[in-house]
């Protein structure tokens, strides 16, 4: 089994969703953080990279016809030319709220760990915010120059901006199957983010 699909959106961008609809459309299992947190041998796997070890991508992919999050959403460079067939989608939507969302879910998750191995310690508030993922202005920065990164990097016909609420039509196309009779996932909202979090 090889990564079909590689997404490159920030968490928050509606990659939960993007999770689920990968599956639904036969690209699953999809890798997303939840599944780092889930499997005890993932979190040793990409705590490891975090670190600096050498990339495995078929091993820490092992099982995985697609990726969407972080944090594999941070090594997008490295993951498009180690599975160049695969087709790029850059979840999408504004900057200000994405913040909105970050801050109230992601941001607080980060500040309240203990672990300073935890992913969202050592790779996202460290490695993609360069330790100041709470100044907004610099948050938002990042974010925008990460959108830039991957519009200038990613050919456009291998490529798709997907954005809150475009559901499945760009999606299928972008993938070339048929659009399922099923609604487009509406998943892990704030709401249900700080109640999941409410409950470890």
């Known amino acids: 089994m090889s990564i079909r699909v590689i997404g490159t959106g920030f968490g928050r961008t509606g990659t939960d969703s993007m999770r689920e609809a990968l599956t639904m459309l036969g690209f699953g299992p999809c890798h997303h953080m939840s599944e780092v947190m889930a499997h005890d041998e993932q979190k040793r796997l990409w705590r490891a990279l975090a670190r600096g070890a050498a990339p495995d991508w078929d091993r820490l992919f092992a099982g995985y016809k697609s990726c969407v999050d972080w944090p594999s959403a941070h090594y997008w460079r490295e993951l498009i030319a180690a599975y160049p067939h695969a087709r790029v989608i850059l ?3 504004s900057p200000e709220s994405w913040w909105e969302s970050f801050a109230k879910t992601i941001l607080p998750a980060i500040a309240d760990s203990q672990d300073q191995e935890s992913l969202g310690i050592s790779l996202v508030s460290r490695q993609v915010f360069g330790g100041r993922a ?3 202005a610099h948050a938002i920065a990042t974010y925008e120059a990460n959108v830039e990164a991957v519009l200038d990097t990613v050919p456009a016909e291998r490529l798709l901006v997907h954005k809150l ?4 039509e760009p999606l299928c196309a972008h993938l070339g199957i048929p659009v399922p009779a099923e609604p487009y996932p509406n998943r892990n909202t704030t709401k249900e983010f700080r109640t999941a979090l409410s409950l470890k």
């Open 165 to 168: 609420g475009d559901g499945w």
């Open 134 to 136: 709470d100044n907004r």
């Open 91 to 93: 979840t999408w939507r």
